[in-house]
Nanobody
Framework: QVQLVESGGGLVHAGESLRLSCAAS????????LGWYRQAPGKERELVAQ???????DYADSVKGRFTISRDYAKNTVYLQMNSLMPEDTAVYYC?????????????WGQGTQVTVSS
């Protein structure tokens, strides 16, 4: 099992920044990828950013150039630095971890953290 604890959400004005953190514990040695997803009211959950290994990253087109995902192995933590926030970034942000073991894939989700961007 993998436990995820998120932090860093809040209320900001458009143009400001936030950094989300997601600390993982438990069976973290076989983690394949870490990512951030978000879900706005009335919308489906969508991928925001994902990191596999140290440098392989993927971003949603809507956040490219504004958001940066990174991981700290020593702290078992994945971060999402969000700059130039816009009202349309308002959503609940979820940390997601994918691990593999003996050919099986396991997905874990954090509890979610609210990000609200006012205009």
């Amino acid at each position: 099992q993998v436990q995820l604890v998120e932090s860093g959400g809040g209320l900001v004005h458009a143009g400001e920044s936030l950094r989300l953190s997601c600390a993982a514990s438990g069976r973290i040695s076989s983690i394949k990828s870490l990512g951030w997803y978000r879900q706005a009211p009335g919308k489906e959950r969508e991928l925001v950013a994902q990191i596999t290994g140290d440098v392989n990253t993927d971003y949603a087109d809507s956040v490219k150039g504004r958001f940066t995902i990174s991981r700290d192995y020593a702290k078992n933590t994945v971060y999402l630095q969000m700059n130039s926030l816009m009202p349309e970034d308002t959503a609940v942000y979820y940390c997601r971890v994918q691990r593999t073991n003996l050919g099986l894939t396991y997905i874990y989700w954090g509890q979610g953290t609210q990000v609200t961007v006012s205009s």
